[in-house]
């Protein structure tokens, strides 16, 4: 027998044990019956098979460590499907968001180019990495509010945010339900501005029948545990633009000029015969630099995961949404207590959470009621930081200088104090959506 052929067969009797390991492991976990108050219900969590394993320790036998095969797959196949021409795998989505803001301060960009004390429209109810990057750079946060059904930016806020040094939106699709991306895109174009899109909780979201990510210059995603597909720890960014294509390479992988794969050398088939700055014509190409970059890649194993995940990621958004309507229908009844998700207009969600905002003049608060549910085994979440700029991190900050807010904030106030979500993801079976929303209806009726 050949080398090649012995190679295969021992692979071939590792995944065979494989199988055997999740059946008898993982399998008998993923399947024991819902308990009602005793089983946990976790927001959200991994979803996955014998497949992702069997990925996992293929690449492992490889011992190819860094970016490789299944990285190249995975990132051909997310470009593919949300139909962009480049798709780059980071090491978190909160990277990606990093790479992607950063990619726009590069000097290639010309005019274009982000510079210290220029400004960014963006919300402060979100997760701090959308926000993080123009603070450390050195650029201004302007904070507009939010809208309460949609939690997603106050469209009608653009143009008090927008002056002379406005030059981009950054903002997030909140928890799978997209933007009014027909106003923000607008809004954009006519005032020459750059759209990121942190698209990490609404993998699979649909606007105008358009992905959400792919409607901005860039957009990104994160593959964490909780989130749509997952390769542990692992983030994408994407673009259809070939100058920030180039810039993002470069800022991802050192900021290095050279655009060889890893282990791969001369791809140029120019380099030592090329002139760079005031080096000496001639130096080597794998170590110029044009840009103050990163090292943000994955490994390889968490790409194979990934590459396996990805194959599941249209059946789970499906099941988000299934999951979703479940609780919207249960709980309509309860509208006059609370203010329920809606779907923005012209989009078609992949629901990454349930949120659940409390009218005014109620007899119970959001903690009272979160409380009642993590006692019945439901895990909630608050909408992550809240009212940003009342986080600790800004108690240093100058308002005005540092960051900007337009008006008073009421509505992501009103998200910091009074709502909270509840988990769609599609480990959850439908006995355990029900009881979920029951438990809700429950606790409401104690408080009539």
Avoid at 180 to 204: A, Q, Y
Avoid at 348 to 362: A, E, H, Q, R, V
Wanted: proline share 4%; glycine share 6%.
């Amino acid at each position: 027998m050949n080398q090649i052929n012995k190679k295969e067969q021992l692979k071939k009797e590792i995944f065979d044990k494989v199988v055997e390991y999740f059946t008898e492991i993982h399998l008998p976990t993923i399947c024991a019956p819902f308990v009602e108050g005793k089983t946990r219900i976790n927001y959200s969590g991994r979803v996955f098979d014998e497949k992702e394993l069997i990925n996992l320790v293929d690449s492992a036998l490889d011992f190819w460590l860094t970016y490789g095969k299944y990285s190249k797959e995975f990132e051909q196949k997310l470009a593919e499907y949300l139909d962009v021409r480049w798709a780059f795998l980071v090491n978190s989505g909160s990277s990606a968001n990093l790479l992607a803001f950063y990619a726009l301060t590069s000097p290639l960009l010309k005019e274009r180019q982000i510079k210290r004390g220029d400004e960014v429209i963006t919300v402060a109810a979100g997760f701090p990495t959308t926000v993080s990057p123009i603070v450390q750079y050195g650029a201004i946060p302007v904070f507009v509010d939010m809208e309460l059904e949609t939690f997603n930016i106050d469209i009608m806020q653009l143009d008090k945010a927008r002056s002379s040094r406005t030059k981009a939106i950054m903002i997030a699709h909140t928890l799978g339900n997209p933007v009014n991306l027909k106003i923000v895109k607008e809004f954009c174009e006519k005032h020459n501005l750059w759209l990121i899109e942190d698209n990490c909780d609404s993998l699979g979201s649909k606007y105008d029948g358009k992905f959400t990510g792919t409607w901005g210059d860039i957009g990104t995603s994160s593959f964490y545990p909780p989130h749509h597909m997952t390769m542990g720890e692992g983030g994408a960014i994407y673009t259809s633009n070939p100058l920030l294509k180039r810039i993002i390479l470069s800022m991802r992988d050192w900021g290095r000029d050279c655009w060889c794969e890893s282990g791969i050398d001369n791809t140029c088939k120019a380099r030592f015969s090329q002139q760079f700055g005031s080096l000496p014509w001639g130096y080597d190409h794998k170590y110029v630099y044009s840009h103050f970059g990163f090292n943000l890649k994955v490994s390889d194993m968490q790409a194979a995961v990934g590459v396996a995940q990805l194959k599941k990621l249209p059946a789970f958004v499906e099941k988000r949404k299934e999951n979703f309507d479940i609780l919207y229908t249960d709980l309509k009844e309860l509208e006059e207590t609370f203010i329920l998700p809606k779907a923005t207009p012209n989009s078609d969600p992949s629901w990454f959470g349930f949120m659940i905002t409390l009218k005014n003049g109620l007899k119970f608060t959001r903690n009272e009621i979160a409380e009642y549910l993590e006692s019945n085994n439901i895990q909630t979440r608050s909408l992550f930081a809240g009212n940003m700029i009342r986080q600790p991190i800004f108690d240093n900050m100058v308002k005005g200088i540092d960051y900007k807010v337009v008006g008073e904030l009421p509505n992501t106030d009103k998200i910091m104090n009074d709502s909270f979500w509840v988990g769609v993801y599609p480990g959850m079976s439908k006995e355990t959506v029900e009881y979920m929303a029951k438990t809700i209806r429950e606790f409401v009726k104690k408080h009539d």
